[in-house]
């Protein structure tokens, strides 16, 4: 079945175009198709409920003017249509503000925690360094950092745990 198929017609609820009298028998027979369409466009049934309950309150409220339109139930999909982009702009703008609230990168730590990450690896002799780098800095496993350096797994993991244990001398120092 194709998702057309499944969706009635907005004019379809109508039975050849005559109106309902009252916003109730409106609400009946527009509830499951418009339902239906704002749950394929949020992809959220609750999200979708909460559209449809908004939009159902405004052509309430406007009532009178809408009941003698050509296509209240058009009226009705365009502006469920119309409050569920503004609530998802809503949310973008809100979630563009909660980001912006986060403090900027201070710069000077960033220099800082370098200069302490550069210091603490200058203390390591160079091949413990090229093994701290190679595995622990870019995440390759022994046997390609061995490769890379031309040397022995086991060797790579040995200068490796070497060059953490100074690390951790080095940095524990430091913050003494």
């Not at 394929?40 to 009941?67: F, H, P």
């Not at 900027?104 to 090229?130: G, I, K, Y």
Request: hydrophobic residues 40%.
């Amino acid at each position: 079945m194709s998702i057309t198929g499944a969706l009635p017609s907005p004019r379809a609820a109508t039975d050849g175009g005559e109106l309902p009298v009252t916003f109730e028998e409106f609400v009946a027979t527009s509830h499951t198709g418009l339902f239906s369409a704002m749950c394929l466009i949020t992809r959220d049934r609750n999200e979708a409920e909460d559209v449809m309950q908004e939009a159902l309150l405004s052509v309430w409220e406007r009532w009178d003017r809408v009941v003698t339109m050509d296509d209240p139930e058009g009226y009705l999909y365009r502006t469920a249509f119309n409050a569920q982009r503004r609530r998802r702009r809503r949310a973008a703008l809100a979630l563009k503000r909660a980001v912006r609230l986060a403090p900027p990168p201070d710069r000077f730590d960033e220099v800082e925690t370098r200069h302490v990450v550069m210091r603490a690896l200058a203390s390591l002799t160079p091949r413990q360094r090229e093994a701290v780098v190679l595995t622990e800095l870019l995440d390759y496993p022994s046997d390609e950092a061995a490769a890379i350096m031309g040397i022995s797994s086991s060797t790579v993991r040995v200068l490796a745990s070497q060059g953490r244990e100074r690390l951790r001398q080095t940095v524990g120092d430091r913050d003494a």
